[in-house]
């Protein structure tokens, strides 16, 4: 049988393992997908490890994406312009190719469950490791504009400076922002467990789909909040999840799993 993994510190909450198994019912394909702990000094050690023993693909998570870009002899565009590395595969000749499915993972969920990107005005909250896999591929979209707002502006003036050959991208401060977005998507990683940072209200309003690239059993702080600012059109991050999933495993298998049946079967909190 093929073994996959997941790979991360800590990786004991990942819920990699279900989906792909869910997938591989779906599709009759035959594998087996498990976690792999893996100390923070180690990554290289178990993924050597892991392939060496015949394992066939690894996805990659925290604290890992940028040394599994080292690590690959080879990357897609869309890894080496993320600089993160979330889906590793063999070759045949043992050479280890490196991609990150997180940037289309949330555009599939995005445009299927929540607002179009084309000529959208999308802002982005947070200017962190997640938000650089994702931008080049909205960009990709043709949105209008998009906006990147972070704590310390210098590091979304940093991160859209990166990409303006690809699109209308700019960053700020979260303290300048002002409205009107389309689509405004959260990536503080505070918004997990903490508080919103204040924000201004103009930011949203009832037109704005407002999306969160974490989940939780209960609402996100994030979607709270604009929930109480009269935004109807609310998602999180589970069928980000799903979906980049869905295209690690077809990297892998070249079979592409249904989500939507997976995302609405395994979402937790059923919200
Ligand atoms: P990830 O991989 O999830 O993107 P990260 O690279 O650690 O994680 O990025 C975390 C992001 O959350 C950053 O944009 C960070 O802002 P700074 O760059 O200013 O540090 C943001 N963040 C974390 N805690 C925050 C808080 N309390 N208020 C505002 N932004 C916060």
Same mark, same amino acid.
């Given at each position: &049988? ?12 990942s ?38 023993? =015949?394992? @066939?693909g690894?996805n990659?998570?925290?604290?890992? %994406?940028? +040394? ?5 002899e080879?990357?897609?565009d #869309? ?9 590793? /595969?063999?070759?045949d000749?043992?050479q280890?190719?490196g ?10 969920d995005l ?5 179009p990107?084309q ?11 997640a938000v ?6 909205l960009? =990709?979209e043709?949105?209008? %504009?998009?906006?990147? /707002?972070?704590?310390? @502006?210098? %590091?979304?003036?940093?991160l859209a ?9 700019? =960053?700020c401060?979260?303290? +300048? ?8 998507i959260n ?10 940072p204040e924000?201004?209200?103009?930011? &949203?309003?009832?037109?704005t789909?407002?999306?969160d690239?974490?989940y @939780? ?10 929930a109480? #600012?009269?935004?109807q ?5 589970f ?7 869905? +295209?690690?495993?077809? &990297?892998?298998?070249?079979v592409?799993? %249904? ?13």
């Amino acid at each position: &049988l093929d073994r996959y993994a997941v790979i991360g510190h800590p990786v004991e909450h990942s819920r990699s393992p279900q989906i792909h198994a869910a997938f591989a019912r779906q599709t009759g394909e035959a594998l087996v997908y498990d976690r792999l702990p893996a100390a923070p000094d180690a990554f290289v050690s178990a993924v050597d490890q892991f392939f060496a023993d =015949g394992g @066939a693909g690894l996805n990659v998570t925290l604290p890992f %994406k940028g +040394e599994a870009a080292e690590r690959a002899e080879q990357l897609t565009d #869309r890894a080496e312009r993320a600089g993160a590395v979330n889906t590793l /595969a063999r070759r045949d000749d043992g050479q280890l190719i490196g991609d990150n499915t997180d940037g289309i993972g949330l555009l599939r969920d995005l445009t299927a469950n929540l607002a179009p990107v084309q000529n959208a005005r999308i802002l982005i909250l947070g200017a962190g490791g997640a938000v650089r896999g994702v931008v080049p591929v909205l960009l =990709g979209e043709r949105p209008t %504009k998009l906006c990147v /707002a972070n704590r310390t @502006a210098a %590091k979304a003036e940093a991160l859209a400076n990166d990409f303006t050959d690809l699109g209308n991208v700019s =960053g700020c401060g979260l303290a +300048e922002l002002t409205g009107d977005w389309d689509i405004v998507i959260n990536a503080i990683s505070a918004g997990l467990t903490g508080e919103m940072p204040e924000l201004p209200d103009t930011v &949203l309003d009832g037109t704005t789909a407002a999306y969160d690239m974490v989940y @939780a059993d209960e609402p996100t702080p994030f979607l709270r909040w604009a929930a109480a #600012r009269g935004v109807q059109n609310r998602r999180d991050g589970f069928g980000m999840l799903v979906e980049q999933a869905a +295209e690690s495993f077809h &990297l892998w298998r070249g079979v592409r799993p %249904k989500t939507a049946d997976v995302i609405a079967e395994l979402r937790p909190g059923g919200n």
